[in-house]
């Protein structure tokens, strides 16, 4: 079983962290007038999002311009998530993460929409190691344009055959909370359980679809049933 994780409100919180510190990388860039009003950020992929941030502002959209974004993105992150308290785990996803290591047959991913390294530090930050992925996919590693997050549950099943061969659909679970996680599970016959940690309520995630949807993922011990047995008692989808 492959069991991909989405970061942001799913697996912490960075108290917005990435979106004060895009707008302020916009504005040492491309002026004082630089803003992110009106920028759907919630489960999107950060390229998508920067090039909507360009955009809005009256910036051309080029490769140059998305570069020294993303990479003024990065130092202005980078300085919101020295402060004490900003990023942490959200309640029972260490316990969570801690027994699915335990289990043999599962495989632990991320799938998010943050760039490789800013998402690698708003882990850290959180007080999780990057490493214990076995499979991380991220926001650019779609293979086509325009990405898409449905592209990128096909890229981690891809990375996952180099260590569990044959997993496929049903045996893959994603793990996030927007609409848009739960899409890109469909999109391939995956599994998908809602987290209401983020900005959607539990009947928004349900009407998306998601096979489970929980308040958080405190429970673990449900959690693991569920994931190992979709019959668990205690769940309804």
């Given amino acids: 079983m492959l069991v991909l994780f989405d970061i942001d409100q799913t ?4 108290a917005g962290s ?3 510190a895009l707008s302020e990388a916009g504005r040492d860039l491309f ?6 009003t009106g920028i759907e950020f919630a489960g999107r992929l950060d390229p998508l999002i920067i090039g909507d ?10 490769l140059a311009h998305r ?15 020295e402060t004490a308290g900003v990023a942490m785990a959200l309640p029972g996803v260490i316990p969570l993460l801690d027994a699915l290591a335990a289990r043999p047959e599962v495989v632990v991913g991320v799938l998010t929409g943050n760039f490789r390294e800013t998402g690698m530090m708003k882990l850290r930050a959180s007080g999780i190691d990057p490493a214990r992925f076995a499979v991380s996919v991220w926001g650019d590693d779609s293979p086509h344009t325009p990405p898409r997050r449905e592209h990128l549950v096909e890229v981690g099943i891809g990375r996952c055959h180099a260590i569990r061969p044959g997993i496929r659909g049903s ?3 994603v793990i996030g909370d927007t609409p848009h996680d739960v899409a890109c599970a469909r ?12 900005n959607f309520a539990q009947e928004d995630l349900r009407r998306s679809g998601a096979d489970l949807v929980v308040p958080g993922m405190a429970d673990t011990g449900a959690l693991i049933s569920w994931l190992l047995d979709a019959r668990a008692a205690g769940f309804t989808g």
């Fill in 67 to 81: 570069a020294t974004l993303r990479e003024a993105y990065a130092a202005h992150l980078a300085r919101h998530l």
């Fill in 171 to 173: 045996r893959v679970v």
């Fill in 187 to 198: 999109a391939h016959r995956c599994r998908s359980i809602a987290v209401a940690t983020g």
């Fill in 53 to 62: 941030l360009l955009v809005a502002n009256g910036v051309e959209d080029t």
């Fill in 31 to 36: 002026g004082s007038g630089f803003a992110a």
């Fill in 11 to 14: 697996m912490i919180t960075t």
């Fill in 18 to 20: 990435g979106m004060k």
